[in-house]
Every structure is written in structure tokens, then in C-alpha cells.
């Protein structure tokens, strides 16, 4: 199902409260009027063949996408540990747009391609609402990666060498400089030529992608395997909303959120099946 902002309070086509993209369905009451601002995470839901409520589309400069955690195709399972599942794209926007600044829990399943296979894992995400920041077309047209320099090493692997501010990599915080990647998506990258390994990491903006790290520790070298999402990389004063964002997310306080009744004990593991 297709969907598109309310047309009443609307900001622009990256603003206001239509940020989770809800629209106006019939099958519920509207909210009540009141004077409070109210805002989304930044992000369009539509169902897939399969009925299930998935991200369409990640709006750059709102919260999801401020997240790092959050990519086109991902499927929500949960808001603040109510199952949405079965639920309307309407209907599960009621749940999400809110007082803009109040924090918000959901629950994801995910794609995940290593040497392994595919699987699927389930993660919490917690953001705050409020309304995207409008970023300039030139920046969020094209690929992106994940803001890292990288350098050839002994096997046909790669180093990270250094992690740019405002890139995914180093705003997720899931890599780390002297991390060595041996696989993208599943596929050995030391088995690809030359040219196209860097490459690997390019792609549209707010995609997902898997990277299986060698890492080295105080207890040795660990195998990691690592999900990261693909984002416009933020500079100057869009790095300065992001750390007004992080602050107030930091400072949001949570109320308990009881856990979603999912299909296996334990969020983040993997539970199979092909994808």
C-alpha cells in the first residue's frame, strides 16, 4: 500500500509530523487536536507481498536515518513492545507520531548475508521523534558508502585505515580503525579483482550491507560479523544537528518497555531461514 503524509500541518515533503508517512486511513479515529508540536522517526512504511509492515524509505535527516541502525526493507515487528504485526500502514503511524522529543522503541528483523548464508536477525532500535532537517538534493543523490579509507593488505584483504566524521562507519561506531575486512555481503572479497573491492561498499543511501571483520583485541583476534547501513555522510552543520539529536536522545528519558512476544528468545540472534 502506497502511502503519502497528511496533507493538514504538513511541512514539505521532509517535514512535520507525516515523517513516519502514516496518511489518513479510515479504519481509526484521528488523534486529538492539540498545540503540542508532533513528530515521526523519518521514514515511509508500506506492507510487502507477504503483508508484512516494512521501511520503504528512509528520510534523510530524520531520526531513523540519524540512527544508522535503520534501512529501506527492513521489516517492524513492534512499537514500544506492541506487536504491530497484521496492522495497517494507518494504523501503526497512530502509534508512532507523537510529541516531538518523546523517545520511542521499535523492533526490526533484518537481513543478514555472511559466508555463513543468509539469515534474519531481530533488533531494537530507540530513537526520539522529531522532524527531519532538510539536507541539500546534491548530498543525498548517488551512492554513498560507509565513510571509511581503506588499503590493500597481505591476502587481498582490506584495512580500515581511517573512519571520516560524519560516515556511517564512524557515527554507528561498528567499525574501528586496523579492522580487517574479509568479506561484503557473503562474497570473499579476496577473491575479487583489485578495482572492484572498494566497491563493494558503495550504494544507495540507506541500503544495508553485511561485513565479516577480522578485529584485533587484548585477547586476540576476534571474527566479527558486522550489519551496517549505508548513509549520507553528514558535514558541518548537519553534524552539528546530529550531535543535537545524539544529546537529546542521551538525555530522553525511557519508560519500561515490556519485550515483544517474538518468534525466538533473545533479540539480535540469528533465527535461520533464507532470505
Known sequence: ?????????????????????????????????????????????????????????VIPGGPAALSCEIANGDVLLSVDGVM??????????????????????MAFRIKRRSEQGSSVVEKNVTLVRQQPFTMSDRLITGQVGLGVELAKVDGGLMEVRKLADGGSACLSGRLVEGDIITSVD????????????????????????????????????????????????????????????????????????PPPQLHHSGGGQEVGGGA
Open 1 to 57: 500500500m502506497s502511502m503519502s503524509p497528511p496533507t493538514a500541518g504538513s511541512q514539505g515533503s521532509r517535514g512535520g509530523a507525516g515523517m513516519w508517512e502514516g496518511g489518513g486511513g479510515n479504519k481509526a479515529p484521528s488523534p486529538p487536536v492539540s498545540s503540542e508540536r508532533r513528530a515521526g522517526i523519518g521514514c515511509k512504511i508500506n506492507t510487502n507481498d507477504k503483508n508484512e509492515l516494512f521501511v520503504r524509505e
Open 84 to 105: 504491530v504485526m497484521g496492522e495497517t500502514p494507518e494504523e501503526v503511524a497512530r502509534r508512532i507520531v507523537g510529541p516531538e522529543g518523546q523517545p520511542i522503541t
Open 186 to 257: 557473503g562474497r570473499d572479497i579476496s577473491q575479487m579483482p583489485s578495482a572492484e573491492r572498494p566497491q563493494q561498499l558503495l550504494g544507495t543511501p540507506y541500503t544495508r550491507l553485511t561485513l565479516s571483520v577480522v578485529r584485533a583485541t587484548p585477547q586476540g583476534r576476534k571474527h566479527l560479523v558486522l550489519d551496517l547501513v549505508r548513509t549520507v555522510p553528514l558535514q558541518g552543520e548537519y553534524l552539528l544537528k546530529y550531535a543535537a539529536y545524539r544529546n537529546a536522545l542521551a538525555h530522553a528519558i525511557l519508560p519500561p518497555v
